[in-house]
C-alpha cells in the first residue's frame, strides 16, 4: 500500500531540498496568482478575447530569452544566488503589477509591460530550480523529486493530476540523460518549450473565440490536442521501443 502514495524521502534526505521545495511551493501560488490575474485584467479592460491571446504571446519572447539566459547563467554562476536574485525581482514586478491594477488610472500598456516582464523573470528562474535538484539528491530519488515538485506546481495552479505523470518521467530521463556542466543550459530549452507551448495555445484560443465563439475554440483546441498527441505516438513508435529514452 505505501507504493500507493508519495514517495517524500527527498525530503528526509536533504534539508536543501526542502528549503527548494518549500520556496518553489510559496514562489509558484504568487506566479499563478499573476498567470490568472493579468488575462482577468486584460478582458476587463479591452472586452476583447483576441486581446488576452495577444497578451501572451507578447510574453513569449521574454518568457523563452529569460529561460536561455537563466540556463546559460546557472552553468557559470552559483545557482543559489541567482534564484534568491530572481525571486526578489519576481516580488518587485508582482508589486507593480498590483499597484498598476489598484490604480484608477491603470495603464494598459504598462500592464503588458509589466506582464512581460514577470513572464521573462519566470523563465529564468524555472531551469535553476530543474538544475539544481539533481545536484541535491542521489540519482534514485529524482523520480520521488520531480514528483514532489510537480504536486506543488498542481496545487498551486489548482489543476489537479493530468500532466503528472508525463511530467515527472520527461523531467527524470532528461536530468538523467545530461551532465551537470550542461545541466542548465540544456534545463532551460525544456522549460521554454513547457512553458512557451500554451502561450501560443493562448493565443490560438483567444483568435479562434474573437472569429467564432469561446465554445468552440475550447472544444476544437481539445480536438487538436489530441489529434496532435495521436500523431506524435504514430511519428515516434521508435520511441516505445528505445530503453535508453
Known amino acids: ?3 500507493l502514495f508519495v514517495d517524500v524521502r527527498p525530503l528526509r534526505a536533504s534539508r536543501n531540498f526542502r528549503f527548494l521545495f518549500a520556496g518553489q511551493v510559496v514562489s509558484l501560488l504568487g506566479s499563478n496568482l499573476t498567470v490568472v490575474a493579468v488575462p482577468y485584467q486584460v478582458y476587463r479592460e479591452t472586452h476583447s478575447s483576441l486581446w488576452v491571446g495577444l497578451a501572451s504571446l507578447i510574453q513569449l519572447p521574454f518568457l523563452i530569452a529569460g529561460s536561455l539566459w537563466g540556463g546559460a547563467l546557472g552553468d557559470r554562476i552559483d545557482q543559489r544566488t541567482l534564484m534568491i536574485a530572481s525571486s526578489f525581482f519576481q516580488g518587485a514586478v508582482s508589486v507593480g503589477l498590483a499597484l498598476n491594477a489598484l490604480s484608477p488610472h491603470g495603464h494598459f500598456a504598462l500592464l503588458l509591460s509589466l506582464a512581460a516582464v514577470a513572464a521573462g523573470a519566470a523563465g529564468f528562474v524555472s531551469p535553476l530550480r530543474a538544475a539544481t535538484i539533481p545536484r541535491l539528491l542521489s540519482a534514485d530519488q529524482l523520480v520521488a523529486a520531480y514528483s514532489l515538485i510537480q504536486i506543488a506546481v498542481n496545487t ?23 551532465t551537470d556542466e550542461f545541466r542548465s543550459r540544456i534545463s532551460s530549452i525544456q522549460m521554454a518549450v513547457v512553458t512557451g507551448g500554451p502561450r501560443l495555445g493562448d493565443v490560438e ?13 475550447i472544444v476544437s483546441g481539445g480536438i487538436v490536442c489530441v489529434l496532435g498527441a495521436l500523431a506524435l505516438v504514430w511519428r515516434r513508435r521508435g520511441f516505445w521501443r528505445d530503453e535508453t529514452a
Open 1 to 3: 500500500m505505501s507504493r
Open 156 to 178: 498551486a495552479a489548482v489543476a489537479g493530476a493530468t500532466d503528472v505523470i508525463s511530467t515527472v518521467l520527461r523531467n527524470t530521463i532528461l536530468q538523467n540523460a545530461i
Open 205 to 217: 484560443s483567444g483568435v479562434v473565440a474573437s472569429l467564432v465563439s469561446t465554445e468552440f475554440s
